[in-house]
């Protein structure tokens, strides 16, 4: 593989966690193995691993933009990221606040709603390691 390659799976495992990865890397079939590489390369390997914004910033436009468009699918998979990109619930918040005002309030909140149930799942997971 590319070292492209190679730097988007480290910056993909350490914004969405390792687990995350390993399971998509078990699913990937021949259908699907080139639209990996296409996504490992250019989202993680280039765009998630330039150092032109912190990946806060990232995790906010990205958050941004999945709700503005109506992509709403991956909306909890980045949420679950902030825990590892320093997106603070009130930065998820003011996105949201920010898409509503943008691109729509059914939008934002459509987003809200599916953060809202992603955090309380998090805390779940959460209270059960704690045990």
Do not use: C
């Not at 390993?22 to 639209?35: Q, S, V, Y």
């Amino acid at each position: 593989m590319s070292e492209r390659y190679e730097r988007g799976q480290v910056v993909r495992k350490a914004v969405l966690g390792e687990d995350h990865v390993e399971r998509a890397e078990a699913g990937k079939t021949d259908l699907d193995a080139p639209f990996q590489t296409l996504i490992t390369e250019g989202a993680w390997g280039t765009v998630w691993a330039s150092d032109g914004i912190s990946r806060r910033e990232r995790s906010m436009l990205t958050l941004a933009l999945l709700a503005a468009l109506g992509n709403f699918e991956e909306i909890a998979m980045h949420i679950r990221a902030t825990a590892r990109t320093g997106a603070s619930k009130q930065d998820v918040l003011e996105t949201f606040q920010h898409v509503a005002v943008y691109a729509g309030v059914p939008r934002a909140n459509q987003a809200l709603k599916i953060a809202k149930e992603t955090y309380a799942e998090m805390e779940q997971d959460i209270h059960r390691t704690d045990r």
